[in-house]
């Protein structure tokens, strides 16, 4: 069965610090994987798109990275920022709009 | 240029009405998706449609439904509500199906509560 899985389903961190949020998939067939943010009441901001060949990807503060061997993703946030308080979404496409998988999400709180 | 457009942002409705939801997408886009969000299934997809023909569709009953028009504009009705309806819908844009690495541009979305 196509599943996404993220972790942790809630995290709050100080003002400037770092965090990762987890994202593991059991997609296939395997065509991108997508991360997204999305703030409280609004709708999802793409932020990172990656193909299979990619590792790596970067959005400013945002760093997103795809092992597909091991079928992990993970978005790495930097010198956190009172804005990124959002949700975070992963989504991975196995192929068309109805195969798009979404993740259940991350929810971030970033404290002053 | 125009972001995707939702329309209307919240609505109240009774169980067993009907309600019908616009989307108007980023000028040149002809892809037109939906989506259902709620706490406990997260983002869903319901149907995608390009060039006024629904090109995909996800699980839901036939109560749950839409079209595109010439202009790319698209409607989704949801008939007979049920409590189980209320959600955040989001309608997103693109240029191209997401096989691709193409951009999905999502509206704020259509709150809908169902009483």
């Known amino acids: 069965k196509n599943q996404v899985e993220q972790s942790p389903q809630s995290l709050i961190i100080l003002e400037g610090k770092n965090c990762t949020l987890q994202?593991?998939?059991?997609?296939?067939?395997?065509?991108?994987l997508r991360w997204y943010k999305q703030d409280t009441g609004r709708g999802p901001v793409s932020l990172t798109i990656?193909?299979?060949?990619?590792n790596t990807k970067s959005n400013g503060r945002y760093t997103a990275t795809l092992d597909a061997d091991t079928k992990q993703s993970s978005l790495h946030i930097t010198a956190s920022q009172l804005s990124d308080s959002a949700s975070y979404i992963c989504?991975?496409?196995?192929?068309?709009?109805?195969?798009?998988?979404f993740g259940a999400g991350t929810r971030l709180a970033v404290h002053p | 240029k125009a972001g995707v457009t939702q329309t209307p942002r919240y609505l109240i409705k009774t169980r067993g009405q009907q309600v019908t939801l616009s989307c108007s997408p980023i000028?040149?886009?002809?892809?037109v998706s939906w989506y259902q969000q709620t706490p406990g299934q997260g983002l869903q997809f319901l149907f995608e449609?390009?060039?006024?023909?629904?090109?995909n569709k996800g699980n839901f009953p036939g109560r749950f439904s839409g079209r595109q028009f010439s202009n790319s504009r698209s409607e989704m009705n949801v008939s007979t509500l049920e409590l189980g309806d209320s959600a955040l819908y989001l309608c997103?844009?693109?240029?191209?199906?997401?096989?691709?690495?193409?951009?999905?541009?999502f509206g704020e979305g259509s709150r809908l509560t169902v009483l």
């Open positions: 997103a844009s693109s240029t191209q199906d997401p096989t691709n690495t193409g951009e999905l541009f």
């Open positions: 994202c593991n998939y059991t997609v296939s067939p395997f065509s991108n």
């Open positions: 990656m193909t299979f060949s990619e």
């Open positions: 989504v991975v496409s196995a192929g068309g709009y109805n195969k798009l998988i």
């Open positions: 000028s040149g886009h002809r892809s």
């Open positions: 449609y390009f060039s006024e023909t629904q090109r």
